[in-house]
């Protein structure tokens, strides 16, 4: 009962015209639904109206003709086509080599042992079991050559190149990595 007065007030005075006036609807419907149920009944209060059911005819008419082909658009339609090509970009990868295998999911592609699979996951990510941080700096331990173990170094210590490393085959370089023994390292 108290709603109800409150719109047939509200609609008076024209007050729901306001922002606040949603926001002092939707406190008091939050209230009212704390100590009882809130049921929303629609009525037309549009009924005896002059000139409402003019309106309603012309409105009735306007919506079966055709609408008119532009070539303008609007600005929610621009912003739809921006996207669409924005995500369509972002979701196909680029062709370069060098991000061939940069992809999640990677490391379940590789065949092997789980420890061969652990070994390349590391070696890709550059999280080795020898890196360590001293005063916020990153140190690795040494390779057999006597220089720190680097990602890039081990690399390019035993021979492989950074296409292997990324392709999805990682068989080879498993065996060169054990092959000059830094498995260990990795």
Known sequence: MNMKLFANQAFEDQSFLKPFFFFQTFSK????????????QWIPSHVGVFGNEEADVLAKEGSTL????????FTSEIY????????????????HDWYTGNRPGLSLLSVGTRSAQTALARLRSGHFKSLKFIDKEKTFS??????????????????????????????????LLERHGVMDLV
Do not use: M, Y
């Not at 419907?29 to 929303?40: E, M, Y």
């Not at 220089?147 to 392709?167: N, Y």
């Open 29 to 40: 419907i939050a209230t009212l639904s704390q100590k009882s149920g809130v049921c929303f």
């Open 66 to 73: 055709p609408s008119a082909t532009s070539s303008e658009l």
């Open 80 to 95: 739809s086509i921006h996207k669409a090509i924005a995500n369509s970009a972002w979701r196909n990868p680029p062709t």
């Open 142 to 175: 040494s390779c057999p050559c006597s220089c720190p173990a680097s990602p890039a170094h081990i690399i390019d210590c035993i021979g492989a190149s950074a296409t292997q490393l990324w392709s999805g085959e990682g068989k080879g370089l498993v065996e």
